[in-house]
Antibody
């Protein structure tokens, strides 16, 4: 059974940094691209980043480019999202999602990130 | 960026009924490789989204044949027949043809 378990939830001040993790199991993690997708409270889905299976390519939404960094450690079956210079508009539920083709076939349960003073 | 527009924003249905959700993209979703990367997701209340349909009309593993996707180019439709209580929630279309990946605004399916 595919499982994606995010961690790193919390409340931080504007301008600060935070790192999310997503531990994968139930599939060969090193064979698949992985994504971060977020959802602001009561809002829709916003894709924010993708990393290829071998970390050879990374893509970002303009809203986070230059502030967020996606990475992975295939030896630990773990996906990361390092978030810097956080803003109030980054407040959202953050999901990691496995990619199959360009579809997101499995999603984690999500972690809440709140940016507020 | 490819803008995805879903209609309607909300939909009321009776159990056992049929509904259709429309998704329109601002650009063609036909990839250079000939595939069309349009997917549908359902987010049930309090849950993460789940994949229903990929590449316009392919049902994901374990998804009922009551769900069907169709369309081409820039116009796509999700049909749900014989609606059951477990079908309620917010439906999103999403495109995987271009970066950044984008989603429609969602369609909330409620009971009449």
């Amino acid at each position: 059974e595919v499982q994606l378990v995010e961690s790193g939830e919390g409340l931080v001040q504007p301008g600060s940094s935070m790192k999310l993790s997503c531990v994968a199991s139930g599939f060969t993690f090193s064979n698949y691209g992985m994504n971060w997708i977020r959802q602001a409270p009561k809002k829709g889905l916003e894709w924010i980043a993708l990393i290829y299976y071998d970390s050879s390519s990374k893509y970002y939404a303009d809203s986070v480019k230059g502030r967020f960094t996606i990475s992975r450690d295939n030896s630990k079956n773990t996906l990361y999202l390092e978030m810097n210079s956080l803003r109030s508009e980054d407040t959202a539920m953050y999901y990691c999602a496995k990619q199959d083709g360009p579809a997101f076939d499995y999603w984690g349960q999500g972690v809440m990130v709140t940016v507020s003073s | 960026d490819v803008v995805m527009t879903q209609t309607p924003v909300s939909l009321s249905v009776s159990l056992g009924g049929q509904v259709s959700i429309s998704c329109r993209s601002s650009q063609s979703l036909v990839h250079n490789n000939g595939n069309t990367y349009l997917s549908w997701y359902l987010q049930k209340p309090g849950q993460s989204p789940q994949l229903l349909i990929y590449k316009v009309s392919n049902r994901f593993s374990g998804i009922s044949d009551r769900f069907s996707g169709s369309g081409s180019g820039t116009d796509f439709t999700l049909k749900i027949s014989r609606v059951e209580p477990d079908d309620l929630g917010v439906y999103y279309c999403g495109q995987g043809t271009q970066y950044p990946r984008t989603f429609g605004g969602g369609t909330k399916l409620e009971l009449k």
